[in-house]
Structures are given as C-alpha cells and as structure tokens.
C-alpha cells in the first residue's frame, strides 16, 4: 500500500513538472500588429474608437489552467485598434463606442496539438445618439502545435492567446469595411494633399499613431496623384 501511495506521488510530482503551473495570457501575443494597408486606408473609424467595456475574461488559476481576463483582454483591444491607427485619444473623445464580451474560451482539456476557440460579441454604437453601427459574434480557433511548446499548459497559453489574436484581427476587418451613414463622417470633396499631412501630423502630435506609422503613412501620401 505504501509502495501504490508513493508511485502515485511520484506520477502526480512528474505530471506538475511536465505541466508546470498556469500563468495569464500575455497583452502584447494577443495584441495585432495589423496589415500595413490598414494603417494608411482611409476610414470613418479612424482616430475615433473608445473602448468602453470589455467583460466575460476569467483569472488564471496557477494550480489549473491558462485564461485571458477582461483586463488583458482590454489591453490587447486597445493595443490592437491603436496600432491600426483607429483608437480616440481617450475614452471620452472617441465618436464611437466599443463594446466586448468574451462569450466563451473552448479549451481542451489536454492533447498534443491544442485549438483554442474564442467567440467574442462586439457592439459599436455611436456616442452622440446611441445609434448601433455594428453589431457581431466573432468565433476565431487557434491550434498551438506539440512543437510550440513541450509544456501542456504553456501550449494553452499559446492557443489563448493565438485565438484572442485571430478574434481581434477579425473584428479590425470588420471596421475597416464598416460603412456609417452620416454627413458628419462623409468627405464632400477630397482632401489635399497638404490637408491629409496636416491631419497625419494631428494624429501622430496626439499620440494615436507611431512614428513609424506616420512615416508610413506620410510617404503613402507624398506618393499619390492628389
């Protein structure tokens, strides 16, 4: 009986070891980096994106498994809209408000090549009026491979995180080809060329794109006809 207890002790300490314990989703592998198209194409979203709630995340538990929490999930929403160039200044300038709820994480409870499926409602209403513009559950799966990582839980975490990732990615396609009704965001005749640098050097002064984006962007439009 004790020689059982202990080969059954020994199985648990070797099972932790090759497990290891859980640790959260990072913000920046579940940040996007965006297309570089994204960043110079023109949209009535741009600059003008406030997130203002994101919920359904879970803590991690150490002793159990990986999780993304509604605050790493806001971080990598942020982060990723910021990128792209479509983030407001702050909370309270942007003309349109974004809502996120995590609906589920689907998770396995073990294998060697792991998929993490997460769906995701958004809702985008415009702050002025209440208007809905965009409404939309998100499913995106991410399968970290036995190659990846040789830690059960750390193969998770991947997948987590790559699902986050794909789910975010989606929502920014999603509103680059959002089309708003309203005047207030419709350009009646084009920019100029010195008008579309003027407003590039606004949003790179306020901090809402990189100088890495602006510079990219400011060839993009030194390049063009008009």
């Known amino acids: 009986m004790m020689n059982m207890n202990f080969s059954l002790a020994s199985l648990l ?9 859980a640790t959260p989703a990072r913000v920046d592998q579940m940040t996007v980096s965006g297309q570089p198209a994204q960043r110079v194409a023109e949209s009535p979203m741009r600059g003008n994106v406030a997130v203002r709630d994101v919920t359904g995340g879970q803590e991690t538990n150490p002793m159990w498994k990986s999780n993304v929490s509604s605050s790493e999930f806001a971080q990598a929403i942020e982060g990723s809209l910021r990128t792209v160039g479509l983030l407001a200044p702050n909370r309270q300038a942007g003309r349109y408000m974004l809502t996120a709820h ?7 409870v073990f ?29 995106a799966p991410y399968t970290a491979k036995f190659s990846d990582a040789f830690a059960g839980v750390e193969r998770l975490k991947l997948a987590n995180e790559g699902a986050i990732r794909t789910n975010i990615s989606q929502l920014i396609d999603e509103l680059f080809r959002l089309k708003v009704d309203g005047l207030a965001i419709e350009r009646v005749t084009p920019q100029s060329r010195e008008e579309k640098l003027k407003e590039l050097k606004r949003l790179n002064d306020a901090g809402l794109i990189s100088n890495e984006v602006y510079l990219e962007r400011q060839k993009a439009i030194l390049a063009s006809p008009i």
């Open 13 to 21: 300490l070797c099972a932790a070891f090759i497990s290891g314990c």
């Open 102 to 108: 995590l609906q589920s994480l689907e998770q396995p």
């Open 111 to 139: 294998g060697l090549d792991m998929t993490v499926t997460a769906s995701v409602n958004y809702n985008v209403v415009e702050r002025a009026t209440g208007k809905e513009v965009f409404q939309k559950t998100v499913t």
